[in-house]
């Protein structure tokens, strides 16, 4: 109970915030959608909407007040808004009960609206700061928590997230805390302080040994495949190679060998039942949207009994456990391929800013939170090929940081662009050389600004 009461003043004080200050709301908002604190106070904050309500008070603190924000309508916006669309047509269209489909759309058109106004909040450095930070420390809490259980228990025991959350599946927490993992490393590059470099290194050791504790096969394979993109991407290979083995051994070497052994059985799923009905699924999501290639069936058609048996009778409903079959099988073609041109035109933009802040040294938080995210982004995809995730709002707020990013870049003005000739004109006029030649260094930084 008491719990619960610091958590409600805590609501409290932030909707208070939100209104005078919308940031706060954003900060308010992701932190209950990240963390889910009220399902861990067992009280009457569990079943209210505490997200929602820290949206409507930054909603209305932005309508309210004069705070910055700055949309931008670029391609990852206007395909986040394409996805809406689409989701609002499968909506429509959708074979299961409505009292199934429509909480579903609610909640991801509620997010995902949500997130479009995040991202014209996310002005500057300390708003963008602001949002990692909020991020690391939501998600990185059962990181740590997680890291710790696993050593005390010495790996006997599965780690699971907050109970009642999208967290709460084990194989779920594993993508999650990878997808934040390079986020901390982030973090931990960037800051001037020793204090927060060693501590987000200890955290990123406990996360990584939370990861290996879930006891799950596809966020192995995830980790497996981040390091290895990390690796690649690194300048220095050779330390950040030993850097990420030993990270590897230390952790794999507290597990038991039930932990080796289930590893083991990814060599072979052709024996491993759970990877067996993962199979036959994804083939029976795939011919859902065989049948229904602009819309397909709704949200939750494989896992709702009426739309399964339509295709399939006798087969049992389950969840899609892949977030490209989830968005094929609920949403058609259409969704499936705008999510795939969502992650191109993040992976375009992302390379573009780092081109353009590469080498400016005032921008190099930039090019370092941009290589991270591209680090999260695999993590996530190799993730979530096993999981059902296809609408998981920690991805597309990453995304949309992206867009965010790439407007503050576009305002910073471009380095080597040549002075307008109001400019010079203010400037007095360099000496001649003798010849009547102006000094090339002269020259140059005129030219350079």
Not at 189 to 202: E, N
Request: charged fraction near 10%; glycine fraction near 10%.
């Amino acid at each position: 109970m008491l719990h619960s009461l610091i958590l409600l003043g805590f609501l409290v004080s932030l909707v208070v915030l939100a209104i005078i200050r919308p940031m706060a709301g954003v900060v308010a908002f992701e932190c209950f959608t990240f963390m889910s604190p009220q399902q861990e106070t067992y009280g009457m904050t569990g079943a209210l909407p505490v997200a929602l309500i820290a949206g409507v008070a930054t909603v209305v603190g932005c309508v309210v007040n004069r705070e910055p924000k700055s949309f931008q309508l670029n391609s990852i916006t206007v395909l986040v808004i394409l996805f809406i669309a689409q989701a609002t047509i499968s909506t429509i269209f959708a074979m299961a009960p409505s009292s199934i489909v429509l909480p579903v759309y609610t909640d991801l058109l509620k997010s995902l609206g949500f997130l479009i106004l995040v991202a014209a909040l996310l002005t500057n450095r300390q708003r963008v700061h602001a949002l990692v930070w909020l991020i690391v420390l939501a998600i990185g809490y059962y990181g740590v928590k997680g890291g710790l259980f696993t050593i005390l228990t010495g790996g006997g025991d599965h780690v699971y997230g907050p109970p009642n959350s999208v967290l709460a599946d084990n194989n779920q927490l594993a993508v999650a805390l990878l997808t934040v993992l390079p986020l901390m490393n982030y973090l931990r590059v960037i800051s001037a302080h020793r204090i927060v470099r060693i501590g987000m290194t200890i955290a990123m050791m406990l996360t990584v040994i939370a990861v290996v504790g879930t006891y799950s096969r596809g966020g192995f394979l995830a980790l497996g495949a981040m390091s290895a993109f990390l690796w690649w991407n690194s300048k220095g290979k050779v330390k950040s190679g030993v850097l990420i083995a030993i990270g590897l051994i230390v952790a794999i070497s507290i597990m038991p060998s039930q932990w080796t052994e289930r590893m083991y059985s990814i060599q072979h799923y052709q024996k491993d039942n759970s990877a067996n009905d993962r199979l036959t699924v994804w083939r029976q999501a795939f011919g859902i949207a065989m049948a229904n290639p602009l819309t397909g069936g709704g949200f939750k058609a494989t896992a709702t009994p009426s739309v399964i048996h339509r295709y399939y009778p006798g087969a049992h409903q389950r969840a899609t456990h892949s977030i490209w079959f989830q968005l094929v099988s609920q949403g058609g073609f259409p969704m499936l391929g705008i999510f795939i041109a969502l992650i191109i035109a993040t992976v375009i933009k992302l390379r573009r800013i780092r081109w353009r802040t590469r080498g400016d040294p005032s921008l190099r938080w930039i090019d370092e939170l941009c290589r991270m995210i591209e680090v999260s982004m695999i993590a996530f995809l190799v993730g979530g090929s096993f999981l059902s995730l296809g609408y998981y709002s920690l991805i597309y707020t990453l995304l949309l940081t992206v867009g965010a990013l790439g407007a503050i870049v576009a305002r910073v003005p471009a380095r080597g662009a040549v002075r307008t000739t109001r400019d010079l004109a203010r400037r007095p006029a360099p000496r001649a050389q003798p010849g009547g030649m102006m000094p090339s260094w002269r020259l140059r930084r005129d030219i350079q600004g």
